[in-house]
C-alpha cells in the first residue's frame, strides 16, 4: 500500500484491527476503536492508479453499503488517484451520487496534490461531528500533501481502583499490646519454624483485624496531563505532608509559614511545566496550527449564562422557571383514583 496514514490518539483509546473481506480494485485496513463510550470504525483506501475507475467504484460501492449500516460512527480515509475536484473528471459524479444516497459527507476543501488536485477525501457521516480542523500541507516525501485532522471523541470514563485502608488514628495502642500478647501467649513453641511463623502472624492480624478492620475505598484513576512530572508529584507530595502538620492546630506561624512557602513552589513549578510543554508543542507545528492553537489558548471562554445584572434574580428566574415546568407536568397527567377492596 502506497498510501500512508498515522493516527495519534490518546493513551485511553486504542483501536483493533478487523478482518474484512479483500477486494481486487483497491487495498483497505479497517479498524474499531475499543471506547465504549463513542465507537469509531476507521477505514483507509487505497486506489492504484492504474485499476479501472468503473470497476474500482463497483466495488467500492459495495463496501460502502457494508460499513454504513453500522450505529457507530464510521471514518473512511481514501486515497482515490481522482481529480476530486473536477466534476467532468471520470467517476466524480459517481462518487458524489454515492456520498448522497448513504448520507456521507466529505470534509477535504483544498488540493492534496503539488499539482492542484484534490485526491485524498476525508469521509463521515452527514450528521457525525467526529471530524474537524481538516487541513492539508505539502510533504518531503510524496507528491500527496499530509492531510491533517482532529478527530473528538467522548471523554473517557475514568478507571476507579480499589484501595484497601486502615483507620489508626484512633486506636488504642496499650489495649491494641494487651490483645497481641495474650494471643501469642498461645502459640505452640515446640512446633517447626513455618508453623508457629503462620500462627504468630494469624494472631497478629486477627487482633489488628479486631480493632482496625480492613476498609475499602473507590479511588478514581485519572489521566495525567502532558506537562505533568516526577518533580510536580515530589512537591505536591512535600506540600501535602507540610500541611497535615499544620492543619490539627492551625496555630503554629511556624509550620503555616512552611507550607505556603512549598505551595508557592508548586505552583511555580506547575507553572513552569506548563510553559515548557506548550513551547514544545507550538515549535514543532506549522504557522498556520501554531495560529490556531494559540488562539485556543488566549481566547476567553464563551459566556454559558444569559446577560444580567443581578446574580439573585437571574438564579431566582431559574427556579421559577423549573417550578412552573414542573407543575405544569403535573397538571398533563391523567388523576385517577382506584377504590381496592380487601375481602
Known amino acids: 500500500m502506497e498510501a500512508v496514514s498515522d493516527c495519534y490518539t490518546s493513551r485511553h483509546i486504542q483501536f483493533r484491527k478487523t478482518t474484512s473481506k479483500q477486494y481486487d480494485t483497491f487495498e483497505h485496513l479497517d479498524f474499531k476503536s475499543t471506547q465504549t463510550s463513542r465507537p469509531v470504525r476507521v477505514v483507509i483506501i487505497y486506489r492504484p492508479p492504474t485499476t479501472s475507475v468503473q470497476s474500482f467504484f463497483d466495488e467500492f460501492a459495495t463496501y460502502v453499503n457494508e460499513i454504513v449500516v453500522t450505529r457507530q460512527d464510521i471514518l473512511i480515509v481514501v486515497d482515490f488517484n481522482l481529480p476530486c475536484e473536477l466534476n467532468s473528471a471520470p467517476g466524480v459524479k459517481v462518487l458524489n451520487d454515492m456520498l448522497a444516497e448513504n448520507n456521507l459527507k466529505q470534509h477535504v476543501t483544498e488540493p492534496t496534490h503539488m499539482k492542484g488536485h484534490m485526491l485524498d477525501l476525508v469521509i463521515t ?59 501469642l501467649a498461645s502459640v505452640d513453641t515446640t512446633l517447626d519454624v513455618n508453623t508457629m511463623v503462620g500462627q504468630y502472624e494469624h494472631a497478629v492480624l486477627s487482633t489488628i483485624d479486631l480493632h482496625a478492620p480492613l476498609t475499602v475505598r473507590m479511588k478514581a484513576c485519572r489521566r495525567k496531563e502532558p506537562w505533568y512530572n516526577d518533580d510536580i508529584h515530589e512537591a505536591r507530595a512535600l506540600r501535602r505532608a507540610t500541611e497535615k502538620r499544620w492543619r490539627p492546630t492551625k496555630l503554629e506561624l511556624h509550620c503555616l509559614q512552611i507550607f505556603v512557602e512549598h505551595r508557592t513552589a508548586v505552583n511555580n513549578i506547575i507553572k513552569r511545566a506548563k510553559c515548557a510543554q506548550y513551547e514544545s508543542v507550538l515549535s514543532s507545528l506549522d504557522q498556520r496550527t501554531c495560529f490556531h492553537v494559540v488562539n485556543i489558548l488566549l481566547k476567553p471562554p464563551g459566556i454559558i449564562l444569559p446577560q444580567s445584572s443581578n446574580t439573585e434574580a437571574l438564579c431566582n428566574d431559574f427556579a421559577t422557571y423549573f417550578a412552573e415546568k414542573t407543575q405544569g407536568i403535573r397538571m398533563q397527567i391523567p388523576f385517577s383514583f382506584n377504590v381496592c377492596t380487601i375481602i
Open 125 to 183: 457521516h452527514s450528521s457525525s461531528s467526529i471530524v474537524s480542523s481538516t487541513s492539508a500541507y505539502p510533504s518531503s516525501i510524496s507528491d500527496h500533501y499530509s492531510v491533517v485532522f482532529r478527530l473528538s471523541s467522548a471523554s473517557p470514563v475514568p478507571t476507579r481502583a480499589v484501595k484497601q485502608l486502615r483507620d489508626i488514628r484512633g486506636l488504642d495502642f496499650v489495649r491494641l499490646e494487651t490483645d497481641i500478647s495474650s494471643r
